[in-house]
T-cell receptor, first 110, second 113 residues
Framework: GQQLNQSPQSMFIQEGEDVSMNCTSS?????WLWYKQDPGEGPVLLIA?????ELTSNGRLTAQFGITRKDSFLNISASIPSDVGIYFC??????????FGQGTRLTINP | DGGITQSPKYLFRKEGQNVTLSCEQN?????MYWYRQDPGQGLRLIYY???????QKGDIAEGYSVSREKKESFPLTVTSAQKNPTAFYLC????????????FGDGTRLSIL
């Protein structure tokens, strides 16, 4: 099936640092979504992007829908311990099915 | 509280046994989905349903079956034909219109005895 290339696969940072991760594809997407998954739990929606060029914030999180509609990034500012987890990007090509990235595992050293 | 409830949280299967994972939502969502997640990997779509009494195969449907007799319920059966069933299974739902995002339950972890 279709693939989203998400990078980096893992990040090890110090508390208080900013974080940046991104997703790219060779295909055009109609929406970009960013989810966070804690161990043993389901993914939780962080940000949804619906228009090319859209820049949206949710607290310390900021995400953008790339102009070409083939990429998106997520930034986290001033990281805190509860930011630890796996972050997934996902995109709608058709309305019914989502394509997911492989995830970015974030680890924070206190 | 509105949400998606998956049960059980942990499930063990013996060789040759079918097991059924429950997914219930009270969000009045039309569409429901089942995903499989293996360690260190993303989510892979097993089956999805857009309306009651209708469902479609996803990318890895072999060895699984579903039903959608009620809007709020979308159970997944892992059959004995699925030779590597150990995984974390996630159910999701969303409104049927447009590009509304999917929302997830808390998952069921299935292991082989």
């Amino acid at each position: 099936g279709q693939q989203l290339n998400q990078s980096p696969q893992s990040m090890f940072i110090q508390e208080g640092e900013d974080v940046s991760m991104n997703c790219t594809s060779s295909s055009i997407f109609n929406t970009w979504l960013w989810y966070k998954q804690d161990p043993g739990e389901g993914p939780v929606l962080l940000i949804a992007l619906y228009k090319a060029g859209e820049l949206t914030s949710n607290g310390r999180l900021t995400a953008q829908f790339g102009i070409t509609r083939k990429d998106s990034f997520l930034n986290i500012s001033a990281s805190i311990p509860s930011d630890v987890g796996i972050y997934f990007c996902a995109g709608h090509m058709g309305a019914q099915k989502l394509v997911f990235g492989q995830g970015t595992r974030l680890t924070i050293n206190p | 509280d509105g949400g998606i409830t998956q049960s059980p949280k942990y499930l063990f299967r013996k060789e040759g046994q079918n097991v059924t994972l429950s997914c219930e939502q009270n969000l009045n969502h039309d569409a429901m989905y089942w995903y499989r997640q293996d360690p260190g990997q993303g989510l892979r779509l097993i089956y999805y349903s857009q309306i009651v009494n209708d469902f479609q195969k996803g990318d890895i449907a072999e060895g699984y079956s579903v039903s959608r007799e009620k809007k709020e319920s979308f159970p997944l059966t892992v059959t004995s034909a699925q030779k590597n069933p150990t995984a974390f299974y996630l159910c999701a739902s969303r409104p049927g219109q447009g590009f509304q995002p999917q929302h997830f339950g808390d998952g069921t972890r299935l292991s082989i005895l």
